[in-house]
């Protein structure tokens, strides 16, 4: 019975500590599984890539900024059409000897307090059309920014396109440097099984383990170039590193790359219509022509009004306080000397500041004038201007015909480039089909003893070499397509 009582026990121990087990490993899975979703991979695709380059790049920020810099410039241009008005008021204190400004009369020693104000405006009637022109100079500044902006926009999808394209490459590469690893392995295992039973010589196993270790060092260098492309791809778009973030090229099947059927000319003309660098050069040239314009305005008459309104009060300013009392004061005296008074006038025994509002509308004045100006000799300044204008109106003619040149030479070095990519494609094609072909005989050949190993791994070495210039030579006409594709207006995705 006591044995019994043991043996249960002990069940029930083994059953408990099973039961913890499952516990802790279903307890450890949830976790596992919490982990996962916490670090869970982002992809991204070339349209994302794109979108996230154009948010976060510093060059299309700086270009924005001056993109509003030039509308706030235009802005000015055209309030300075409207008249310029300002105000004025002044909080004068004077004591001992001034002058009263009622009676213009010198106080020999006086206090008192007085305000002026003063509303002035001026308008330009006429400036040999310098305003206008200004305005239409400023809007077209603001059309080159705005190419501008779109530009480097043009620049960052075709540098983030290259990176994209760089990356999925080298994923190609690494997978089938695993690929062909995983094989050299297996056959080293069968070298190794030969050499145990007597059917293979320990040189074919070294040999084979010399391969072994060339493919794995040539994995590693896959693999670091795998990151390397990565991480070029995160900076152009401007975001920290992170192993979790993958790539996904959402094309699939076979590779079909279109023949461009349209020479370099023909891409040309499709593609200045619509070339912001080309659109900016002309607004530019165009600025420059309307500077000359607003130079050769100096030359010109002005016209100018200009009306205020004025007033001010005085602590000097004095009227009767109380009832008047008639009186007259004498005037002179007739030929017989009797005196001659004045007519009777109002006298006030007391005497009180007049008010504010009294003062105000009693001194109220108002001016409107016209000035116009006639520029005869002002040190040769605006003949200089104009010169100067000319000048960089020549400049900017220039700089639009560099643009022409430097996108014209662009779009023939897409299309040479597409050209040679297609015909590098196709021999690396011819080559890869070659190679495998030997390969695939090396192999079985190897595996029956029929070649030795310094054939068999020259062959397959070859074949790899093949392998990886075909590849670089697929993906690199993917990106010369989808140059010229940006180049006809066609989306990159």
């Known amino acids: ?15 408990s500590m099973q039961v913890r087990k499952y516990i802790s490993a279903t307890t450890f899975l949830l976790f596992a599984l919490m982990a996962s979703s916490l670090y869970a991979q982002q992809t991204w695709t070339l349209q ?17 900024y001056n993109l509003k810099s ?30 009263n400004p009622v009676t213009n009369q010198t106080l020999a020693d006086a206090t008192f ?12 009637l006429f400036s040999g059309f310098q305003n206008t022109n200004s305005i239409r100079q400023q809007q077209a500044t603001v059309k080159a920014a705005e190419e501008d902006v779109q530009a480097t926009k043009n620049n960052i999808v075709l540098t983030v396109a290259n990176a994209f394209m760089s990356v999925l490459m080298n994923e190609e590469v690494l997978k089938a440097r695993e690929f062909q690893l995983a094989s050299t392995k297996e056959q080293l295992q069968r070298q190794q099984k030969l050499f145990e039973l007597g059917g293979s010589n320990k040189v074919r196993v070294l040999q084979i383990k010399a391969q072994l270790a060339n493919e794995e060092l040539q994995l590693v260098t896959a693999q670091n170039q795998l990151q390397q492309s990565y991480l070029s791809l995160w900076q152009a778009m401007n975001i920290s590193p992170d192993s979790n973030n993958k790539i996904i090229w959402q094309q699939s099947g076979d590779l079909k790359i279109e023949d461009e059927i ?35 305005g100096g030359r010109s008459f002005r016209l100018n009004m200009n009306a205020g309104l004025n007033s001010f009060f005085t ?50 004045g108002k001016s409107l004038g016209f000035n116009l100006s006639i520029p005869i000799l002002n040190g040769w300044q605006t003949n200089n201007a104009i010169q ?61 003893g029929a070649i030795n190993t310094n054939d068999y791994i020259t062959t397959k070495n070859q074949f790899l070499s093949a392998e990886t210039s075909l590849l670089q030579a697929r993906y690199q006409l993917m990106f010369r397509r989808k140059v010229l594709d940006f180049y006809l207006g066609k989306p990159l995705n």
Do not use: H, W
């Open 1 to 15: 019975m006591k044995k019994e009582g043991i043996l249960c026990f002990r069940v029930i121990f083994v059953a």
């Open 48 to 64: 994302q890539c794109i979108d996230q380059a154009l948010q976060n790049n510093i060059a299309v920020k700086q270009r924005i």
């Open 70 to 99: 030039s509308e706030a410039d235009l802005l000015q241009s055209k309030i300075n059409l409207l008249p310029s008005i300002n105000g004025q008021v002044t909080n004068n204190y004077n004591t001992g000897f001034s002058i």
């Open 113 to 124: 307090r007085s305000n002026n104000f003063i509303l002035s405006g001026s308008m330009t």
């Open 262 to 296: 349209r020479n370099a000319d023909q891409i040309y003309e499709a593609f200045k219509q619509n070339s912001p660098e080309l659109r900016a050069a002309r607004y530019r040239t165009r600025a420059a022509e309307l500077s000359q314009y607003i130079a050769q």
């Open 315 to 364: 602590t000097q300013s004095l009227r009767g306080k109380g009832d008047p009392v008639l009186s007259s004061s004498i005037i002179g005296f007739d030929a017989s000397g009797n005196p001659i008074f004045s007519i009777p006038f109002p006298r006030y025994t007391e005497t009180e500041i007049t008010p504010f509002n009294t003062q105000f509308d009693r001194n109220l």
């Open 388 to 448: 100067k204008a000319r000048i960089n109106q020549e400049i900017t003619k220039l700089s639009e015909k560099q643009t022409q040149l430097d996108v014209y030479r662009n779009i023939n070095q897409a299309y040479l480039d597409f050209k040679a990519a297609q015909k590098q494609f196709d021999a690396g094609k011819l080559s890869y089909d070659a190679n495998k072909e030997a390969f695939d005989l090396a192999n079985s050949q190897f595996a029956l």
